[in-house]
């Protein structure tokens, strides 16, 4: 018996559906299936990308497209449409059915299909996205060109029946995939759960599209102030705040003038008074007032005393906050304890492990503990960069790091060791199968197969 070497195993095939496992093989960083023992099942070498097996059938992307196979690596489903599931991770087939796509003319098509490569939705203009966590119902979103790109939305169920059909209208859900909004212009909106059971209906502030709801109350808006009704609609606090957020372990963000605060689910302040005041996760609160910053919990207790010049909550890091005092970054852990302390011209987030810090002036690496990883070698970007932008550079994305070094971009990876030379004038998307780079203004793409 042959056994092969490979990089990795994905960390979501723990199940090992169809008793394979996906592996990428060393050297060549290919795709491939391997059965408990090692041995070589399914041969994908040409594949871009490729998702575990779940119910019977994985995800592949070619060059021609994106199909599915069974567990003989025969196809199902031929490579014909752009993504199946691609919102999803590697969290697919969820219900035993996934939206697939594909470009037209400019325009996005989608597709509801079930394991079998069937399609219980025909491809149809739009987009069709999963809005409840746990049933099998889709949104479908048109932009009519016709009408200056006009929003139109509808509902769909699992086995391809309208609900509601495609109108002139918002359909929004909460974050957590439990409630529906339906809102259209001079009619009002109405709330729905995931049983598609009606819960109110009132007439909508404009510009309101977002559902606040958790721990069984929704925030909503009527004559310019929010209160909250719970899910029989019934009203439990009075609409007299001018904003409200969802409840979160039994505690919600309220501002009444400037005043920001936490409320407990019987309107009882449990907090301070603040300038500004936000969530930033289960436990902690940034707070603001007058022109500086700390951290609270959720019972109103102050975790970090207001004497931080900022503080920069990265939803996406590795749960430390970045603070600064007296011009200096450091950080704090998600118990508000200072884990580095502010020594730092600059940091981006934590991401795998390593934050972009800058010091004299140049940008290195370090980690959690304050070690070095990789020196502090690099030039600032070479302009100006949104925040997305700097997020997606100096920072480990799917395990390399964008930088600059004499006045070009180029790659490295998490050891500070170069995976192009410095040459590029730009670098723009970054995945685990191509970097777009610019030189010269032209745009190319590099495979990172065999990395």
């Not at 992307?61 to 014909?80: F, H, M, R, S």
């Not at 011009?327 to 200072?338: E, I, S, T, Y």
């Not at 998490?414 to 670098?427: L, N, P, R, S």
Request: charged share 20%; hydrophobic share 40%.
């Amino acid at each position: 018996m042959v056994f092969l070497a490979f990089d990795h195993l994905d960390a979501y095939t723990g199940s090992c559906d169809e008793g394979l496992f996906l592996a990428q093989l060393k050297p060549s960083a290919n795709y491939a299936f391997l059965d408990q023992y090692g041995s070589l099942v399914i041969d994908l070498s040409d594949a871009l990308m490729v998702k575990p097996f779940r119910h019977g059938v994985a995800i592949v992307k070619t060059y021609d497209g994106t199909g599915l196979i069974n567990a003989q690596g025969a196809w199902v489903l031929e490579p014909t449409y752009e993504d199946i599931d691609h919102l999803r991770g590697f969290d697919v087939f969820q219900f035993h059915r996934a939206v697939a796509t594909r470009y037209q003319d400019g325009q996005i098509y989608s597709a509801l299909i079930d394991t079998t490569g069937k399609e219980i939705i025909p491809l149809t203009q739009g987009l069709l996205t999963p809005i409840f966590n746990h049933k099998p119902i889709y949104t479908l979103t048109v932009f009519d060109a016709s009408d200056n790109n006009q929003l139109q939305m509808g509902i769909y169920d699992g086995d391809g029946r309208v609900l509601i059909p495609v109108k002139d209208q918002l359909i929004t859900t909460d974050d957590n995939g439990e409630i529906a909004k339906i809102c259209r212009a001079d009619q009002g909106c109405i709330l729905l759960d995931q049983n598609f059971h009606f819960i109110t209906e009132w007439m909508a502030e404009s510009g309101d599209s977002t559902v606040r709801y958790g721990n069984g109350l929704i925030a909503i808006k009527q004559h310019d102030k929010y209160g909250y009704i719970d899910t029989h609609g019934r009203v439990i606090i009075e609409s007299v705040y001018d904003d409200a957020q969802a409840f979160v372990q039994g505690v919600a963000v309220v501002r009444s003038g400037d005043a920001w605060y936490l409320i407990d689910k019987h309107n009882q302040p449990i907090s301070q008074v603040y300038d500004g005041l936000i969530r930033y996760d289960e436990r902690l609160y940034i707070a603001e007032k007058l022109g500086k910053y700390g951290i609270i919990d959720r019972d109103g207790k102050v975790m970090q005393p207001l004497s931080y010049d900022e503080i920069k909550a990265y939803i996406t890091g590795d749960g430390l906050l970045a603070v600064k005092q007296h011009g200096l970054w450091g950080f704090v852990n998600r118990d508000a304890k200072m884990v580095i302390k502010p020594q730092y011209q600059a940091v981006n987030y934590f991401a795998d492990g390593l934050a972009a810090t800058k010091k004299n002036h140049k940008w290195g690496f370090i980690n959690s503990n304050n070690q070095t990883v990789i020196d502090f070698i690099y030039d600032e970007p070479l302009k100006d960069m949104s925040l997305l932008e700097f997020s997606q550079a100096y920072a480990v994305t799917d395990g390399v790091i964008a930088v600059v070094k004499d006045g070009k971009w180029g790659i490295i990876d998490t050891q500070g060791v170069a995976k192009t030379d410095f040459i590029y004038d730009e670098i723009g998307l970054i995945d685990k199968h191509f970097i777009m780079v610019i030189k010269d203004g032209q745009t190319s793409h590099i495979t990172r197969k065999g990395w």
